[in-house]
């Protein structure tokens, strides 16, 4: 592999990277210590005078070099050595030479030993190290000591201006970068080791506002370049979307209505919108999706409704055609299960700008699809897509384009992965945010329930007793095929034995495996009420709305993530009557999944669910790589780092406005090469 490459695996591709390619901890070769006073389990420098090398057979074949220091005599020993070595130790000790290593000091049989320490073989009152050696993040095959030489070159020659303006430095208390930087790389002695160890040092506050700043102004700036393009006005109160408001199936919420209204604003703007609706599971946030949608169609625009699953984007039709059919707007679904000439017959429609509204998966923005005047594109549970599915949508809304200068459709992006308002205005700062917090009327919390899987036997009884009443039950299953273990029961077993155990009950089955014919009927048949139980996967997890359904049995809990169960629970809760929801586990539980179930048990709320996700597994596990915003942070987090995100943010407005020059070579200086990500 070349140099580069390796360089690049450490994510530094510019000569500047070196120098932002900041030390994991140092070493301290500033000062000498005697060997009496070695400390025990700490690395030192120790210097004494070469005597004799020998290469020793027992117990292993090894160098070993004897030296002496003060009366005190040192071993030093390595297990892995060159010949070249034993040369060398052997012409210091003819030479009277000294050896200087660095390493932990332990007590041998004949006096102190070091085990293979890194060493230099100087003359008598060699001048020490005046700085901390530093010890950077490294890869194989690329030494500590090349990258380190490499590191500090570029520090060197590198020019160290301050890209910040006086102002900002003196607001936000921040040391200026030139001087930061070098006391990072190489700390004089006497600095604050403990500080630079938890990085709350001053240089380190301001490596990290510096990062912090880059990513918000990259966020910014990326929203500001797509704001300035070109979009279809849509039409926020035109006769379909009046039609439809006055004969709602029923009222919005306040916030319904509130973000609705912000939705319509941004829609009726002659450039793009970039939206994130947020709003938990079940807080209705699909109705809001129709409502832009029929601004698109007012303005005689198509719209496209995205969805991460068959299921989903099958029961958004379903709920699209009952709204909007009786208004005479088309709507159609693209998925797996057309034939290739219904597929073909679908494609030419929306081609032609036949149908207003189309509804599938990713596939929608795959290659053969192409809208004829696109004005929308509303992506749903907008996690669960990855980066490269969001590049495509865009790019595909682009390409579409009919007019010049060409025309860009709006986007809503919607997500029931509610986080706080400080996170969100970091991580989504290119985009602008609505919150739906409030649910809709007559809903009851779900009651959770904690089960281990000895009580079955009461899971199945209470079951049979709520079907019997006319309501009906899912039983979610983590796993699809016998796993390795063997110790999860696959979907298939569980739904036999469900059959088996619940006679006379109507028990279905559900999993990504089956066909799309075969889920569809399944989901029908379930939301009809012709099927009673409702054996699935996770493949029910996101957005399937069956508001009958009151009872929900999640058989290893203990296995799922926080934000899963919180979702799955999500698709009870959903009707007039009190839902329960049983989490069955398997005994013994890990620290993990034990914290995890109490959370779930402690509360229903998404906000705090998602609070306590991110308190136990941290932004970047809980938003993942495919949020825009995370792959831009190597040093700072934002939520150990939430006061200087904040004033990052601050900053980063003030910076665009007085200052675009100095802020475009700040984001330089930090992203090169990496913007790509904020782009998406
Ligand atoms: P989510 O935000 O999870 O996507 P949905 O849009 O699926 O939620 O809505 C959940 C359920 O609530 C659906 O059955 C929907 O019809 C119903 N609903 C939505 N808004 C309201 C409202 N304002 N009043 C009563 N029911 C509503
Ligand atoms: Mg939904």
Not at 460 to 470: F, H, V, Y
């Amino acid at each position: 592999m070349s140099a580069e490459a390796k360089l690049a695996r450490l994510g530094i591709r510019s000569r500047f990277d070196l120098v932002l390619h900041l030390p994991l901890r140092y070493e301290d070769e500033t000062a000498l210590t005697a060997l009496p006073l070695a400390p025990v389990g700490k690395p030192v420098l120790v210097e004494a005078a070469v005597r004799r090398a020998e290469v020793a057979y027992r117990p292993r074949r090894q160098l070993v070099v004897h030296a002496e220091c003060d009366g005190e005599s040192l071993a030093l020993r390595f297990f892995n050595f060159y010949g070249s070595q034993l040369k060398q130790f052997e012409r210091a000790a003819e030479q009277g030479q000294r050896v200087r290593a660095f390493g932990e000091v332990h007590p041998g049989w004949f006096g102190a030993e070091m085990s293979h320490p890194r060493y230099r073989i100087v003359r008598e009152s060699e001048p020490l190290a005046t700085a901390l050696t530093p010890v950077y993040p490294t890869t194989s095959g690329l030494g500590q000591s090349t990258l380190r030489k490499q590191v500090l070159q570029a520090l060197a020659e590198a020019e160290l201006e301050d890209t910040l303006p006086e102002a900002v430095l003196l607001r936000h208390g921040l040391a200026p970068f030139g001087e930061s930087v070098r006391l990072l790389h190489l700390p004089p002695p006497g600095a604050d080791l403990a500080s630079l160890a938890d990085r709350t040092h001053p240089a380190w506050r301001r490596m990290k506002f510096d990062e912090l700043l880059a990513q918000q102004l990259s966020l910014r700036l990326a929203y500001r370049a797509r704001r300035a393009r070109t979009a279809p006005a849509l039409v926020s109160n035109g006769p379909l979307l009046r039609r439809f408001l006055g004969k709602l199936p029923f009222a919005l919420t306040p916030a319904q209505a509130r973000v609705s209204a912000e939705v319509l604003r941004d829609l009726a703007q002659p450039h793009p919108m970039q939206r994130l609706l947020q709003g938990d599971v079940g807080s209705g946030k699909t109705i809001v999706a129709a409502i832009a949608c029929l601004a698109a169609a007012d303005a005689g625009r198509q719209a496209a409704v995205m969805a991460p699953t068959e299921l989903l984007s099958e029961q958004h039709y379903r709920k699209f055609s009952q709204w909007l059919a009786p208004l005479g707007v088309g709507v159609v679904w693209l998925h797996g299960g057309l034939s290739a000439k219904q597929k073909r017959a679908a494609q030419e429609a929306i081609a032609a700008g036949e149908v207003a509204i189309a509804l599938g998966t990713h596939a929608l923005f795959q290659r053969g699809v192409s809208f004829a005047r696109l004005g929308l594109a509303v992506v749903d549970e907008q996690h669960r897509f990855g980066v490269q599915q969001r590049l495509s949508l865009r790019k595909k809304g682009e390409a579409g384009a009919d007019a010049a200068p060409p025309l860009v459709p709006h986007q809503l992006m919607m997500s029931a992965t509610p986080i706080p308002r400080t996170l969100s205005m970091s991580y989504y700062a290119d985009l602008d945010v609505s919150l739906i917090d409030e649910l809709p009327p007559g809903r009851r919390p779900v009651a959770t329930r904690l089960v281990a899987d000895a009580r079955r036997g009461e899971v199945l009884a209470r079951i049979r007793d709520a079907c019997a009443d006319g309501q009906q039950a899912y039983w979610v299953c983590p796993v699809i095929e016998e796993s390795k273990e063997g110790e999860l029961q696959t979907v298939l077993d569980t739904y036999d034995l469900l059959a088996r155990e619940l006679p006379g009950l109507r028990v279905g089955l559900v999993h990504g495996r089956l066909s799309a014919a075969d889920k569809t009927a399944a989901m029908q048949a379930f939301c009809a009420g012709r099927l009673q139980l409702l054996v699935a996967t996770t493949v029910i997890e996101v957005g399937v709305d069956v508001p009958n359904a009151s009872l929900m049995v999640i058989e290893h809990a203990e296995r799922f993530g926080l934000a899963q169960l919180h979702q799955l629970r999500g698709r009870i809760g959903r009707g007039a009557r009190e839902s329960v929801c049983v989490l069955l586990y398997a005994a013994p539980l890990s620290q993990g999944a034990r914290e995890r179930l109490k959370v779930v048990f402690e509360t229903c709320d998404g906000f705090e669910v998602a609070r306590r996700d991110l308190h136990l597994r941290g932004p970047g596990e809980v938003l993942g790589e495919r949020q825009s915003g995370a792959p831009l942070l190597r040093f700072a987090d934002l939520e150990r780092d939430q006061e200087l995100a904040s004033a990052a943010r601050e900053a980063a407005e003030e910076l665009l406005a007085s200052d675009p020059g100095r802020a475009r070579a700040h984001v330089a200086r930090w992203l090169s090469g990496r913007q790509d990500y904020a782009k998406v």
